[in-house]
């Protein structure tokens, strides 16, 4: 008797948990597209007749056992890479990922050498150089009468 349950039951929750990781990765690629409607926001929160359309042709997809990779692949080769929310890594999507952070590297790099060279300036010997308006002569009374107390 318990083996005949067991038999019954266990394909209803090997179904239940296939179907369980199929809903994971649709809907972890309706986050990787936007809608081909409009291009804006994630096919996830799109609401449209082309987004809900997308969103079926990803589950058929699923359950006909493709992978991720195949379906992000269908859906570049259909819109070209305007369909994706995250673009790949490739040629000018790369400089444009990249020129900010080496601009910001090097901005930080300048601003501290900066710092630098003014401290080392800052803490370095005194100015051995008589202040404007004080000629020689003037100097000397006045290391004189500071010597004398006066």
Excluded: W
């Excluded at 039951?9 to 972890?28: E, G, M, Q, T």
């Excluded at 809900?52 to 359950?63: A, C, S, V």
Aim: with cysteine; charged share 30%.
């Amino acid at each position: 008797m318990r083996r005949t349950v067991a038999c019954l039951l266990f394909p209803i929750l090997l179904s239940s948990a296939h179907a369980d990781d199929i809903d994971r990765k649709a809907d972890a690629l309706y986050g990787r597209f936007m809608p081909p409607c409009c291009y804006t926001g994630l096919l996830r929160d799109h609401h449209s007749a082309a987004a809900d359309t997308m969103k079926q042709e990803i589950l058929g997809f699923l359950k006909e056992g493709k992978s991720e990779e195949e379906i992000a692949d269908h859906y570049v080769r259909r819109y070209g890479e305007r369909i994706l929310a995250v673009p790949a890594l490739r040629g000018f999507n790369r400089l444009a990922v990249l020129a900010p952070i080496l601009a910001l590297a090097g901005g930080a790099l300048f601003v501290s050498d900066r710092i630098r060279r003014r401290r080392r300036k800052a803490g370095g010997a005194p100015s051995t150089a008589e202040p404007a308006g004080i000629d020689s002569g003037m100097n000397e009374r006045i290391e004189r009468e500071i010597r004398e107390g006066h």
